[in-house]
């Protein structure tokens, strides 16, 4: 398995002016600082461990090691651990700048290093634990337990040493996702929320102890079930996926790409941030599929069909139309036509593309399409797909 244990500690940092250094009693940290917040944080993680640790720190600056970090993140990390060195990174510069952005007094940052580095202790331990095992797990899924499971526990550990709310406050930024109608920003934000926020959220909820890490790897999750949805109320059907390879099979001369079956989380990212903690919704969608064509001017278009229970296509419609109109800085809400109406967003998601949906009985069929050869395709993928759906 090749997942890094990488840890984006910035949180929301990225929307936070991050202030100059000005921290007139302590900074700049000489390295002696960092050395004492870790190894005062590896004793109150061996606390509660049957072994110690073999761990390290490195103190990083001007070698930048940060290179290998996640890059779709628009966010620098303070602090990570590599795993197949089983050492800690830490950037001082990134932490001075971290202190002088979310603490009040310089003397603060003796315990932030401790959160900090508690947190990437906990990826040490989780590290030891997952060579141990052979399970492949999903890399999502493993993200959301690693990560859950350090913020959770460096946040309890913290406490038990007196660390103060506002400090773990401080680590933790802001923890709704504000989103700005910018779809990639807002796609980074989700993916955030759900790596660190709902993951802690979930594990403090199973209320397991910090060396129960192989525990949590056992536990089962789907992703309503991280929001919270009732699970009796989700009955999954394949639905979607099905017409939609009925459509690409009937129709070889549109080169359809293989349909490719999506999820609720997959549905937020790919298309609509602003959807995602919508327990209503998520408990009406049934699944979805994919499909998309390049055409010869090198125009394309993605066709998703979405299976929605409940009359809850016409909600998810209606919220597209609501983050259309965010991304375009419009303060209106647009309205759906109506069941079976036709609602086409002009520069959604992107400059020069545009999203046309249209329902047909419990589905919503959505095209995303360029201009030039795709938007005809447009036509051609609604006539098709409702027609199949003709009650
Ligand atoms: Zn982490």
């Known amino acids: 398995m090749d997942y890094k244990l990488v840890c984006l500690l910035l949180g929301c940092a990225s929307t936070v002016p991050i202030a100059q250094p000005t921290l007139a009693e302590g900074g700049p940290f000489p390295s002696e600082f960092f050395h004492a917040a870790f190894a005062r944080a590896k004793t109150a993680l061996e606390e509660h461990l049957p072994y110690r640790l073999e761990a390290t720190l490195d103190i990083a600056e001007g070698r930048q090691p940060f290179g290998s970090v996640d890059p779709l993140s628009p966010l620098e990390p303070v602090a990570f651990m590599r795993r197949s060195e089983g050492k800690i990174y830490l950037s001082p510069a990134k932490f001075e700048k971290f202190c002088a952005s979310r603490l009040k007094t310089a003397r603060a940052a003796e315990d932030l290093a401790f959160v900090l580095l508690l947190h990437e202790l906990l990826h040490v331990y989780q590290d030891k634990v997952l060579r141990t095992r052979n399970a492949r797990l999903d890399p999502r899924q493993l993200r959301f337990f690693c990560e859950g499971h350090a913020v959770a526990f460096a946040e309890s550990l913290a406490r038990a040493h007196r660390v103060s709310e506002e400090i773990l406050a401080a680590v933790r ?49 789907s992703y309503p079930a991280i929001l919270g949805c009732d699970l009796k109320r989700l009955v999954p059907s394949g639905a979607a996926a099905k017409q939609l390879k009925v459509f ?30 919508d327990f209503a919704l998520c408990e009406g969608f049934r699944g979805g599929a994919l499909t998309s064509s390049t055409f010869a001017d090198g125009s394309s278009a993605d066709v998703f069909l979405l299976h929605f229970s409940g009359g809850r296509q016409q909600d998810f419609v209606t919220r597209l139309g609501e983050y259309a109109a965010l991304c375009r800085g419009e303060k209106r809400t647009v309205a759906g036509e109506g069941a079976g109406g036709r609602i086409r967003h002009e520069g959604y998601p992107g400059r020069g593309q545009s999203c046309h949906i249209q329902m047909a009985g419990s589905l919503a069929i959505l095209v995303l399409a360029d201009d030039g050869q795709a938007s005809a395709f447009v036509q051609t993928c609604f006539s098709s797909l409702v027609m199949e759906n003709k009650p």
């Open 173 to 221: 930024g802001s923890v709704a996702p504000r989103f700005r109608g910018q779809l990639e920003h807002d796609r980074n934000l989700l993916r955030q929320h759900y790596s660190y926020e709902l993951s802690a959220r979930f594990v403090r909820r199973l209320g397991l102890k910090v060396d129960h890490f192989g525990k949590l790897l056992e536990t089962k999750i």
């Open 248 to 277: 690409a099979k009937a129709r070889p001369d549109l080169k359809l790409r293989p349909v490719v079956e999506i999820d609720y989380f997959d549905l937020c990212l790919l298309l609509c941030p602003p959807a995602f903690d």
